[in-house]
């Protein structure tokens, strides 16, 4: 009898190890599993990478194909991918390959929604303003490393506008600001780079909502001069208010994953100067947008 339990319990053990590692290797397939990291500077001016995540139930897309391969998607893919508030994206559906080298690549509108876009072999058109797109890519080895690591970066172009008078003594207020954002009829985003090309025009002047003396916009990359317009009353201690129209062009391009500052003093004789900066747009973040152009 102890000898029949030994043999059970034997058998018992193995068919336990077998069921712990079938969601990771199936024979020569493997389950690809999927992080977030960031990439930080360290006071040395070194860089290392550590756990992020993008906010609960945020969405991206995962694509896979094989390495420097111009075969569409495989291992099911595109699939969406869905965060729950820590560094692992969860897909709607178990990824598994056979054992290969593949490149992976994650979209997302960083938000809650399944980006609306569709690729044609490796590039997308139908882009549009006001949508925050994020791109990664990384390679994996199968079946060495099943787990990849994602470092998304902003492809589009962020403008934050701050209005405010030259006199100490006078107050402003911000009635309402247009702008003409980029044209989206040609603009195409290219998988493997994670490029967007650049609008060769502007559009139309679009009212952008908002509060307060500020605006930040997000539109996608530009190669021409995009023009603003606004309206505002300037308050000064002991004269009635008085309203006036400004106008005026960014003088530079707006280029992918740049973020631009853009001040506008209103003078004492009611003329404008601008004065903008530009920064790599780096942080993953969710501020509140006052407006976003939807075209």
């Excluded at 991206?60 to 699939?79: A, L, N, Q, R, W």
């Excluded at 954002?181 to 502007?202: D, F, H, K, R």
Aim: a negative charge; charged letters at 15%; aromatic letters at 12%.
């Amino acid at each position: 009898m102890k000898i029949n339990f030994l043999r059970l319990f034997s058998v018992a053990f193995i068919i336990s190890g077998c069921n712990k590692n079938i969601n990771h290797h199936i024979g020569d397939l493997s389950k690809i599993n999927f992080t977030v990291i960031n990439q930080t500077l360290k006071s040395s001016g070194t860089f290392y990478k550590s756990s992020t995540f993008l906010p609960y139930g945020f969405k991206s897309v995962i694509y896979i194909h094989k390495h420097d391969s111009d075969e569409m998607f495989t291992g099911g893919t595109p699939v969406t991918a869905t965060s729950f508030g820590t560094p692992d994206l969860v897909t709607e559906k178990d990824i598994v390959l056979p054992q290969g080298y593949y490149d992976v690549f994650s979209i997302s509108d960083n938000t809650t929604e399944k980006p609306q876009i569709e690729f044609s072999g490796h590039y997308a058109s139908g882009l549009k303003n006001g949508t925050d797109y994020l791109w990664a890519k990384n390679s994996i080895i199968l079946p060495e490393n099943s787990t990849v690591n994602l470092e998304f970066n902003h492809i589009a172009s962020r403008i934050i506008f701050y209005i405010y008078p030259a006199n100490i003594n006078a107050t402003l207020s911000l009635t309402r600001f247009f702008f003409t954002p980029p044209e989206t009829a040609n603009n195409v985003l290219y998988l493997n780079t994670g490029t967007i090309t650049p609008s060769q025009s502007a559009d139309h002047l679009t009212e952008i909502a908002g509060s307060g003396n500020s605006r930040e916009i997000i539109v996608l990359p530009c190669s021409t001069s995009v023009s603003f317009e606004f309206e505002a009353t300037i308050f000064k201690e002991g004269e009635a208010p008085l309203s006036k129209r400004f106008s005026g062009t960014l003088p530079m391009q707006l280029r992918p994953g740049i973020s631009y500052e853009v001040l506008i003093e209103i003078k004492e004789d009611f003329k404008t100067l601008l004065k903008w900066s530009s920064t790599a747009w780096s942080e993953i973040d969710n501020q509140i947008i006052f407006s976003l152009l939807n075209n």
